[in-house]
């Protein structure tokens, strides 16, 4: 990050002045006015705001709270410690950590050196970024979405080890910059860069941690990127072999991590790219079945059928 940018973060906020100064605790007042400590967007939100960034607030512990938003955590520079729904995560330089509504957080005293910056999101600023992802069916993306939305109440975080990531770690410092210095088209720059950032971790879901485990996350994200990549030949024996797993034993946990067979998960991968060459080619439906992968032009056409409601000629001349 640029260093004109971490000494403005770095900065001893009026908080963190009163926190020196012998103060205990934090001043439950500026995060909420209700009793529990759910912080609150609104005291930290102007109004009519989706998206804003505070510098982490550093010299005391953040008792157990959770939020009323969507909060992205990036570590800037040193070390932060937080204990999510139990599970002790250390965010590290150019670490990013997504948390959802479902998700009960504490955070161990940072030191002065430890810059962390707090993005503090309402649901709706994400609208731009899920147009951008395609409205096509994708494991990948609904498994991201589903749990950055809360909709999989398992998984209440995601934590994403991208320091190495250059295009990620400059989208990351262009929202920070944008927000903190008040540019203009905050809004519309941000929202599509969010959008830019969310198909940049698609391609980096083996460098994820989930609320589960990172065995679970690493599991399924091998999974469905063999699936993105191999929908045409792939098999699931060929993709235990890859993994070193027992093809029956493979077969079950992704069953039960997904809710979907492997056979499923193909051939929805398989049927919507049948569709996005329909849309988007002059091939022939022949020749699409084949790039597709099936080599039973009678079977395709059933299943189509069965998922869309018309023949392939049909969707096509629908659109």
Not at 6 to 33: C, F, H, N, P, W
Not at 44 to 62: A, N
Request: with cysteine; charged share 25%; hydrophobic share 35%.
């Amino acid at each position: 990050m640029h260093q004109d940018l971490i000494k403005a973060l770095s900065v001893i906020t009026e908080e963190e002045q009163s926190i020196l100064d012998g103060r205990q605790g934090i001043d439950q007042q500026i995060y909420t006015e209700k009793k529990e400590l759910i912080v609150d967007s609104e005291k930290l939100l102007q109004r009519g705001k989706l998206i804003e960034v505070r510098p982490h607030t550093r010299f005391v512990k953040f008792p157990r709270h959770r939020h009323n938003y969507v909060e992205v955590i990036y570590m800037c520079q040193g070390t932060t410690t937080h204990y999510i729904n139990g599970n002790e995560v250390v965010l590290e330089p150019g670490d990013l950590l997504f948390l959802n509504q479902n998700s009960e957080q504490e955070i161990l005293p940072a030191g002065e050196k430890d810059i962390a910056v707090n993005f503090i999101i309402l649901p709706e600023f994400f609208n731009m970024a899920f147009s951008m992802m395609g409205t096509e069916e994708n494991a990948l993306k609904d498994f991201l979405v589903g749990t950055l939305c809360g909709k999989n109440e398992q998984m209440s975080y995601l934590y994403f080890h991208v320091a190495d990531v250059l295009p990620i770690q400059n989208l990351l410092e262009n929202m920070v910059w944008t927000i903190f210095y008040n540019m203009g088209n905050k809004r519309s720059c941000n929202q599509i860069t969010m959008g830019l950032l969310l198909l940049q971790l698609l391609n980096y879901m083996d460098k994820m941690e989930t609320g589960s485990s990172r065995f679970d996350a690493e599991l399924i994200g091998n999974v469905l990127n063999y699936i993105e990549e191999h929908y045409k030949t792939g098999s699931l024996s060929e993709l235990a072999e890859m993994m070193n797993y027992d093809v029956y034993w493979l077969s079950r946990e992704i069953k039960k991590r997904t809710g979907k067979t492997y056979k499923e998960l193909l051939q929805a991968k398989r049927m919507n790219q049948a569709v996005y060459l329909l849309s988007n080619s002059r091939l022939s439906v022949s020749d699409i079945i084949e790039s597709v992968g099936y080599d039973n032009t009678s079977y395709f056409y059933r299943k189509f059928k069965e998922r869309y409601g018309v023949s392939p000629k049909e969707y096509r001349k629908g659109l």
